[in-house]
């Protein structure tokens, strides 16, 4: 069973940072694609980055050039480093993972496992 726990949520203020982290259970940090999403109230979950196995990443328009998601190895860990945050950021941030290395899109239903999600919330 693959187990996902996200990490490093909070509250901080508009033009803030924050990193967060996903610790995975088995070698799929390395292995599968993994992405970023996230999912405001009233709002549907929305794919915010991937990254392949290969290291190719993808990223959703709203979130390019201040958001990076990357993985260490080493430490079975994916993070999102999240820069210049928005009110329009706020929202629950889950981990998530493919069973397949290949990363065909952000669509939430591409991916089987996820996490339990971590709160962010960005104060104007």
């Known amino acids: 069973q693959v187990q996902l726990i996200e990490s490093g949520g909070g509250s901080v203020q508009a033009g803030g940072s924050l990193r967060l982290s996903c610790a995975a259970s088995?070698?799929?940090?390395?292995?599968?694609?993994m992405g970023w999403f996230r999912q405001a109230p009233a709002k549907e979950r929305e794919g915010v980055a991937i990254m392949d196995r290969d290291g190719w990443t993808d990223y959703a328009d709203s979130v390019k050039g201040r958001f990076t998601i990357s993985r260490d190895n080493a430490k079975a860990t994916l993070y999102l480093q999240m820069n210049t945050l928005k009110p329009e950021d706020t929202a629950t941030y889950y981990c998530a993972a493919r069973r397949s290395s290949l990363c065909i899109g952000m669509a939430v239903r591409y991916f089987l496992f996820w996490g339990q999600g971590t709160q962010v919330t960005v104060s104007s």
């Open positions: 088995e070698d799929i940090i390395s292995r599968n694609c």
